[in-house]
């Protein structure tokens, strides 16, 4: 059962007594403390399936139709892909009819997150549920470095949490259009890259190695990561080039910087440059990788 509060209009009606007394007076101004209107949140428990399409059974989403024949409910996706006839009776006199009384008893809800078990105390409007747990900063986010054994992890920030729970990663500045070498130290699973001269350090990257055994060696690649309160004048992409100099030459990758800011589901490279163990002069653990890296 689910617990929901309705935001509920009662209107304070005057007394007989006090109607007649004023009688003479109903031509004239209306009394303010008669005409005031006292809203009130009540506290009311619902079978979820009530708030469910009986056709998807997802959550109804306005606007939203009734069956004539039985009175199905169907939300505005259904009745969009399939028409006006009930997808339950399937009869020709079934067809269904907008259900503003339902629409407006939707629209009175207002339904804990999901995540009130995790902090959040958030009351939100039904109609927007899945688009506020969607943004929660209380909903569970996964880390982008392989085997983090915090992830998932809520309540914080991707930079944050990289900064609080992988002391291991190393932070470096280099200069924008200048192709600026690093060195990945054995261990070192990435690397916090910041733009020189950015004073709010708003633009951040995080260079990831993923260490391979079946074929052995490195696979690395770059995002920005994107603060939760970012301005829109900050969402500028970047080109970035990673480099690796290897036994057989160079080897780089080349694109644009894509933004990450929370994850709500394990992260997948879209694309990565791999280095084999065999192209290098030295193992990689004994003297780490050396990575030039250029950001424009």
């Known amino acids: 059962m689910a617990v929901l509060q309705m935001a509920r209009e009662k209107r304070s009606c005057p007394r007989a007594s006090e109607t007649q007394q004023n009688n003479s007076e109903k031509k004239g101004k209306?009394?303010?403390?008669?005409?005031?209107?006292?809203?009130?949140?009540?506290?009311?428990?619902?079978?979820?399936?009530?708030?469910?399409?009986?056709?998807?059974f997802g959550p109804l989403t306005p606007p939203l139709y009734q069956c004539m024949r039985r009175g199905h409910i169907t939300c505005s996706t259904c009745v969009a892909e399939m028409g006006q006839e009930c997808q339950?009776?399937?009869?020709?006199?079934?067809?269904?009819?907008?259900?503003?009384?339902?629409?407006?008893?939707?629209?009175?809800?207002?339904?804990?997150?999901?995540?009130?078990?995790?902090?959040?105390?958030?009351?939100?409007?039904?109609?927007?549920?899945?688009a506020h747990e969607a943004a929660c900063a209380h909903?569970?986010?996964?880390?982008?470095?392989?085997?983090?054994?915090?992830?998932?992890?809520s309540?914080?920030?991707?930079?944050?949490?990289?900064?609080?729970?992988?002391p291991e990663i190393g932070r470096t500045r280099v200069d924008r259009t200048t192709l600026s070498p690093l060195r990945m130290c054995h261990g070192e699973p990435a690397?916090?890259?910041?733009?020189?001269?950015?004073?709010?350090?708003?633009?951040?990257?995080?260079?990831?190695?993923?260490?391979?055994?079946?074929?052995?060696?490195?696979?690395?690649?770059m995002v920005r990561l994107k603060a939760e309160e970012e301005e829109e004048e900050d969402k500028g992409e970047l080109r970035y080039k990673i480099m690796v100099a290897a036994n057989g030459g160079v080897l780089s990758l080349v694109g644009e910087t894509e933004s990450v800011g929370r994850l709500t589901a394990p992260y997948r490279a879209s694309s990565f440059l791999f280095v084999p163990g065999a192209m290098l002069d030295a193992p990689p653990e004994a003297e780490g990788l050396l990575v030039f890296v250029e950001l424009k």
């Open 30 to 56: 209306v009394d303010g403390e008669s005409a005031a209107r006292d809203k009130r949140a009540i506290t009311v428990t619902v079978d979820p399936e009530v708030l469910e399409c009986d056709v998807c």
């Open 88 to 130: 339950w009776c399937r009869a020709p006199e079934a067809t269904t009819t907008r259900c503003r009384a339902m629409e407006h008893f939707l629209a009175a809800l207002a339904v804990p997150c999901s995540f009130n078990h995790k902090g959040c105390a958030a009351m939100v409007p039904y109609g927007e549920r899945e």
């Open 139 to 153: 909903s569970p986010c996964y880390c982008p470095i392989r085997g983090c054994s915090s992830s998932p992890y």
């Open 155 to 166: 309540g914080v920030s991707l930079v944050e949490h990289l900064e609080r729970k992988h």
């Open 191 to 221: 690397r916090l890259v910041y733009l020189a001269g950015d004073d709010r350090d708003r633009a951040v990257f995080l260079l990831a190695v993923d260490r391979s055994e079946a074929p052995r060696g490195w696979s690395l690649w």
